[in-house]
């Protein structure tokens, strides 16, 4: 993958204006079931896929914001809940050479719990139709889990969290 400063400074400006959109009011949190309103996580990482043209903002609950502040990622806690929403990429309309979301395309989730999922590393992969969240099927869960393979020494979790 390319990664040049253009790719850096769009990457931490996304960041930064998610991080802005995402954070959380003590009303709001106190309401929030466990894997609530993924809109209202606070941003954990981003990501640009060049090969499938897409932009993500990696989001968790509370669980996985403590524990990436913490350094308590490997393994990550039970009851984490890491969740990635997507968008197909575009050029800005007043900044060609900047890339932003354009499109919404999913948002997916990864969620922590050694005891019910065993078989794909303590994870469960999941998707949110609309607000409420979608367990994938056993063998959709094993797919993702064979791409999660490569980062089995990070808890099967590409996402390198950007928190100070």
Known sequence: ??????TGALLGALLLTL???YAET?????DKPVHGEYRDWRVLGVSH???KNTLR???GNDKA?????GGKINPWPDGAVIGKIVWKERPHPNWPSAIV??????AEAMIKDSKKFPETG???FGHWEGDKLVMNSKEKSAECFACHTAVKDADYVFTIPALP
Do not use: D, H, L, Q
């Open 1 to 6: 993958m390319k990664f040049n400063a253009m």
């Open 19 to 21: 991080s802005n959109a």
């Open 26 to 30: 003590p009303a709001a949190k106190a």
């Open 49 to 51: 896929r060049t090969e």
């Open 57 to 59: 903002a990696i989001v």
């Open 65 to 69: 914001i403590e524990a990436a502040r």
């Open 101 to 106: 979301p354009g499109e919404f395309s999913a």
């Open 122 to 124: 303590g994870w469960g």
